[in-house]
């Protein structure tokens, strides 16, 4: 099995911290979603992982090899990030088809023929500039471009950004077919966590630049619960736990439970275990700060 | 590199076409400009070779700042590495700069103007200047952003007026009046001055998109 292994990773933009001393791990043939706030430093992080930029401290390996400027670690990754319409000097003047022929040479493994079905599939057209895509269309070339490079670890940042319900369920079907065909390693970082939520087999939370959890989604849904009841029973629950999203209306309170791995919550009957979904999880997590 | 060396050879087939249209485009122009009597209509041939000159050096002004706005940032995402983007960036400029200047030579030798050495490597010498003074715009441009940018649209401005009005005044062969010795060694010391800013300036590259 092979993991790439994010140690102690830091990343300074001037005097704005967006990574703060991160560890990760992702293991081959999973499906791992990303999730975290605008700015919470997933992109970032993954074109880390991918060795698109440097971190300012830190190391990334990828059985045991490290990744920064190694061309054989490299190959096995690809980071299908945004396309960007404009550049400092005006329109972005290159067309889909001149996408497709650089991931040709850039990818060692680029399936043209696939490629090539799924630009039919999608229905765009090759020869057209990508200044004058739609943001749906621009997040299809990007699909197009990390499905075919059948990359051993392939990394998608919002890649259902734009498209509409029907394109994001072509995209998901896709994406398992293709997992279930070739057994890669894909994360996808999302904001769209109700739909994608099933694809999930590990889900990472990325909150202010660190990793809250890296963790099974089943596993995770299991040990985040609401409780709610009286005030003092639900006190006497979160004493000592990770809790989030604490409410209180007259003597009633709920409140949302992180309980520690393994552990089984032991509630009086009249407290009430609501399990949520992990878009509400997410919300739990990263929702305080706007919600203080 | 080899990969990065791919990437940039289809690049450069925009480039070798432009120098080559572009000179074309100046030939007919001063063609309809002047009458075959006048001093620069009569010599015209003669002086395509300048035009192919002056298409390429401004090419290779403007390719790296073309290369910076999107050409690395998609090469590093793809998974070329910094290293061999520099390299890849810097070879195919010798190159640019070597094929324009055999083209040069071969339509000397066609119109039958004659053709010393110290022609020779002063042309590839200014071309490589310009490669070079390529490269140190794109960095001031990657670090300063627009207001650089105007600066060199500006010079590019001023230079192109310049030759505009020697060329009117048949007076466009003043480059060759410049000593090989001179040139050359400049257009070295440039191009290796600005490679080590490019390289820094690419191995610190912020890939965005």
Redesign the interface.
């Known amino acids: 099995m092979s993991t790439i292994i994010a140690k102690g990773i830091n990343k300074k933009y001037k005097d704005t911290n967006a990574l703060k001393d991160v560890d990760l791990t992702v293991e081959s043939g999973k499906i791992y979603g990303m999730i975290g706030r605008n700015g919470a430093g997933k992109t970032t992080l993954l ?1 880390i992982l ?1 060795a ?3 971190a300012t401290s830190g190391l990334v390996t990828i059985d045991g090899e490290k990744v920064w ?3 054989k670690a ?2 096995r ?3 299908s ?4 319409t404009t ?3 005006g329109p ?1 003047t ?1 067309k889909i088809k001149d ?1 497709l ?3 040709e ?3 060692p493994n680029w399936d043209k023929e696939y490629a090539k079905n799924l630009v039919e599939t999608f229905k765009l057209n090759p020869r057209k500039k990508v200044s004058k895509l739609s943001k749906g269309m621009l997040s299809m070339v990007t699909i197009i471009i990390a499905l075919a490079s059948r990359a051993e670890f392939t990394f998608l940042d919002e890649p259902v950004a734009g498209l509409d319900i029907v394109a994001r369920d072509q995209f998901y079907k896709l994406l398992l077919k293709d997992y279930e065909e070739t057994h890669r390693t894909f994360i996808i970082s999302t904001h769209i966590i109700e739909e994608a939520a099933n694809l999930f087999e590990d889900t990472i939370i990325v909150k202010n630049g660190e990793i809250y959890t890296n963790e099974n989604t089943q596993q995770l849904l299991a040990r985040v619960q609401m409780v709610s009841g009286s005030a003092e029973e639900v006190d006497a629950l979160i004493a000592g736990r990770d809790y989030h999203r604490v409410e209180q209306l007259g003597n009633t309170k709920r409140a949302t439970i992180v309980m520690r791995p393994g552990e089984e919550l032991k509630v009086p009957e009249t407290v009430t275990v609501t399990p949520l979904s992990l878009q509400e999880i997410f919300l739990a997590v990263c929702g305080e700060e706007v919600e203080q | 590199m080899i ?1 990065a060396m ?2 940039f050879e ?1 690049e450069e087939r925009v480039n070798v076409l432009t120098m080559v249209l572009g000179s074309i485009a100046m030939y007919l122009y001063f063609w309809i400009l002047f009458p075959q009597d006048s001093i620069v209509g009569g010599n015209l041939h003669n002086m395509y070779s300048a035009f192919l000159m002056m298409i390429g050096a401004i090419v290779m002004l403007s390719d790296v ?2 290369s910076y ?2 050409r690395y ?12 983007v520099f390299a890849s960036q810097v070879v195919t400029q010798i190159l640019f700069a070597i094929f324009n200047t055999l083209v040069i030579t071969v339509v000397y030798l066609v119109v039958g103007t004659p053709v010393t050495p110290g022609k020779i490597i002063t042309i590839l010498g200014l071309l490589l200047t310009a490669g070079g003074m390529g490269n140190l715009l794109a960095v001031v ?1 990657d670090r300063f ?2 207001p650089a ?1 105007i600066v060199f649209i500006l010079i590019c401005g001023v230079l192109g007026g310049m030759m505009g009005g020697f060329s009117a005044a048949g007076e466009l062969k003043w480059v060759m009046h410049f000593e090989a010795i001179y040139l050359f060694p400049i257009g070295i010391a440039v191009l290796a001055i600005s490679c080590f800013l490019l390289h820094r300036s690419i191995m ?1 590259l ?4």
């Open positions: 074109s991918s698109q930029n440097p400027e190694n061309q490299i190959d990754i690809c980071f990030r945004e396309i960007a550049t400092p000097f972005n290159y996408y022929k650089a991931a040479i850039f990818y | 990969k791919r990437f289809r700042i073309q706005s999107r940032c998609l090469m590093i995402s793809g998974g070329i590495l910094r290293k061999h441009t952003g627009r940018y610190n912020e890939v965005r998109s």
